[in-house]
């Protein structure tokens, strides 16, 4: 049986479906990935230098870099592609537990999910947080006052550090997050991973955790990942040609 026959009959028996989701989902959405082969970091190592914590908060001209290459950044007019349509798709079917996602994007919600239905280990860019007093607020705000001309734009409640309430190297990840999702991995039937190296700890390790409580393993990648020895199926190619296809239920007195 080939391997896209072999998901197929996985993903249509599946009930429980966790979807674990890297930067290879929002590609086709012009948001370029950070490892793959026109990842940001590929093309130019130095730019991972910049996404270090203590960098940002020690240096000034990291911060004002950071906000002027944010401005322009194609994550703000990025539309959600096939590929988040079709993980939406799965929890209209009844059968999505959740996603955790590596992405700070937002598209998986701007394709319908509920913040509920998206444990974001990573953070979201959609929102900024002052390092001193953990303001939160709209990017878009502090975008605003970017573009009118302020260069480090610092948080107007206590004069503090103002950066994307991502998590940056050097940064803990937020304890609660990162439990819930190895929570939904441990009582999921099947996890399918999708456009993640699954290099990245500790979220790849959600996928180990998921195989050792009985869940069949499916990833979608157009190259090899971490993982691959774990898989109960590889599927290579595109995800926005092969999450939809892999998500339609074919089972007769499915819900469709
Ligand atoms: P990554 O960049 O390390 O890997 C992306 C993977 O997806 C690669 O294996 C690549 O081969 C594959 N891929 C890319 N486009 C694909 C496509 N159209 N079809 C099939 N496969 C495709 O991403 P990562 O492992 O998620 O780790 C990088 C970290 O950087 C993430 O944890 C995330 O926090 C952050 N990041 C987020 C975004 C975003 O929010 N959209 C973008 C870049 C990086």
């Given amino acids: 049986m080939i391997d896209i026959d072999r998901a197929r009959q996985i993903v249509d028996a599946a009930e429980r479906i966790v979807v674990l989701t890297g930067a290879g989902i929002s590609t086709d959405s012009g948001i370029p990935d950070f490892r793959g082969p026109n990842g940001v970091w590929t093309r130019n190592p130095a730019a991972e230098k910049a996404a270090t914590l203590s960098h940002y908060l020690d240096d000034p001209r990291v911060r004002i870099l ?21 993980v939406t798709e799965l929890r209209r079917q009844g059968r999505l537990v959740a996603v955790i996602t590596q992405n700070v994007d937002g598209l998986h919600q701007a394709a319908g999910l509920d913040d509920i239905d998206v444990i974001e280990v990573h953070g979201t860019s959609r929102f900024t947080i002052c390092w001193q007093c953990h303001d939160r607020r709209p990017m878009d705000e502090i975008l605003e006052r970017v573009r009118l001309g ?97 998500v339609r239920r074919r089972r007769a007195g499915g819900p469709n």
């Fill in 150 to 246: 302020e260069q480090d734009p610092p948080c107007e409640r206590c004069g503090g550090i103002l950066k994307s309430d991502t998590i940056s190297f050097g940064q803990s990840l937020v304890p609660e997050v990162i439990d819930r999702a190895f929570e939904v991995a441990g009582r999921c039937d099947t996890l399918i991973a999708v456009g993640s190296t699954l290099q990245v700890y500790p979220v790849a390790g959600v996928v180990p955790h998921a195989a050792n409580h009985g869940a069949k393993i499916v990833i979608v990648n157009a190259e090899p990942t971490g993982m691959d020895d774990l898989a109960d199926v590889i599927v290579r190619g595109s995800i926005g040609e092969l999450l939809p296809d892999l």
């Fill in 66 to 86: 950071a906000w002027r290459n944010r401005i322009d950044h194609r994550m703000w007019s990025a539309d959600p592609n096939q590929g988040h349509a079709a």
